[in-house]
């Protein structure tokens, strides 16, 4: 029998190591020739290692959540022959099908981790001490009990809230001539070590230790990371949508066959138009060459929240495109990014990012920069409110939108200008379509 060291192969320019984030096989297991070993990570995408040959795993380099350094042994096979193969040097071009995966797009879910790694690699989960039948039980309902509960004094509201927890009035000790609320609570509090438990009420779960691995370890890191290096702050305004929505909603009932506009095309449309006067809003800083580099083209990250987690699809020379083009993009990359078919390409180059929360809303958002970026902008909630109009008051729908910018790079009058220019475009939303 020969041993065929398998060592992870040069998968993209510039990357040093790549993390585990699948095993596809185990050891003792037989993999053939093609099969899937490993769901690699890199910073760029998730990639499929393939196994060269056939024959039984005798050993895997690490565990799900491991960064193995590239040109390392990734797995060893025994195969049929005799003495021990070496895989080529990682730099040497081996013909192998890569898929090169959107980030976390391969990710499994930590069950599917744990089936999948070698038995050593398992998370064991504690499991919740078993109730003994007296404390599942609970307390007694019998009749005679709740002839006693029938004499007790209390008030309908703390009898209809016992009576919703399933509690025995007649348990409960009063302090006064009467079971008040306060004395329920007591009871709630304290009762628990006899067993207690009120009918629908959710017990507390086994504690669940998750290894941070994948696209979540890429978010923490990159958080942490911009954090660390950028000295952020945010601004804030309040921006009157009101004829802005009116525009959309006559926009929608005549689209025809086009896709349905939401807030954000417009504001991408905004978001561009005022960049020209603020050109240190759309750029990047390099922190190691201490060169800031100003775009002439607004390739704008669209945050999407994803099953594998936050991630940053891009829209390429979004100045070039109207709010039709846009909301197809919208759509097309947003649904990219959730069913993992995202290219490289579509999620790396951005220049400046757009994150919301929809539906969520929120009064204001304090972003963090994706960087090397300097700047995020965060629209929020759209609200109606009465307003003053002169001496008129009138029912308006009203947005606030939130900027995080790199201080290091952009000063707080440039951006509160920049914002400004942004509020002008939008409560006037003819200016939008103007030459």
């Not at 070039?320 to 579509?346: C, F, M, P, Y």
Request: hydrophobic fraction near 40%.
């Amino acid at each position: 029998m020969a041993r065929y060291s398998f060592r992870l192969p040069d998968i993209g320019e510039g990357i040093a190591e790549a993390e585990i984030v699948a095993w596809h096989v185990r050891v003792g297991e037989r993999v053939e020739e093609d099969a899937q070993l490993a769901d690699m990570m890199t910073d760029k995408a998730t990639v499929e290692m393939e196994s060269p040959v056939s024959g039984i795993v005798v050993e895997l380099a690490g565990e799900v959540g491991d960064l193995i350094p590239i040109g390392s042994t990734l797995a060893v096979i025994e195969t049929d022959g005799d003495g021990d193969v070496e895989a080529p040097p990682a730099d040497t071009p081996i013909e192998q099908q890569i898929e090169a995966e959107t980030p976390g797009a391969e990710e499994v879910s930590v069950a599917e981790a744990a089936e999948s790694t070698p038995e050593p690699a398992r998370a064991e989960l504690v499991e919740a001490p078993s109730l003994s039948s007296e404390e599942k039980s609970g307390p007694s309902t019998s009749s005679g009990r709740a002839g006693h509960e029938a004499k007790v004094l209390a008030s309908p509201a703390v009898r209809a809230r016992a009576k919703d927890l399933g509690v025995d009035l007649g348990q409960v000790h009063a302090e006064g001539d009467r079971v008040r609320h306060a004395d329920l609570d007591a009871f709630l509090r304290y009762s628990g070590g006899q067993g207690y438990h009120a009918p629908g009420a959710s017990r507390a779960r086994a504690d669940e230790p998750i290894k941070v691995i994948g696209m979540r370890r890429k978010i923490a890191e990159n958080m942490a990371a911009s954090k660390r290096a950028i000295p952020h702050f945010t601004y804030v305004e309040e921006m009157d949508v009101t004829a802005l929505e009116a525009m959309r909603a006559d926009l929608n009932a005549n689209r025809g066959g086009r896709p349905k506009l939401t807030m954000l095309p417009f504001l991408i449309v905004a978001i561009c138009r005022a960049i020209p006067q603020f050109p240190m809003i759309n750029a990047r800083y390099d922190d190691e060459g201490g060169v800031v580099t100003r775009y002439g083209a607004v390739h704008l990250g669209m945050a999407t929240q994803t099953d594998a987690g936050l991630m940053v699809p891009v829209i390429r020379d979004a100045q070039d495109k109207n709010v039709w083009q846009l909301a197809s993009e919208i759509t097309r990359l947003a649904e990219a990014a959730r069913t993992g078919k995202a290219k490289v390409e579509e999620l790396t180059g951005g220049t400046l990012t757009v994150t919301s929360l929809g539906p969520l809303g929120g009064i204001a958002t304090t972003p963090v920069i994706n960087r090397p970026e300097v700047a995020i902008i965060g629209p929020n909630k759209i609200v109606e409110r009465p307003v003053f109009d002169g001496d008129d008051i009138r029912r308006a729908k009203l947005m606030n939108l939130s900027i995080s910018c790199d201080h290091r790079v952009v000063d707080g009058w440039d951006a509160a200008s920049y914002v400004q220019a942004l509020k002008k475009l939008v409560e006037t939303p003819v200016l939008l379509f103007a030459d």
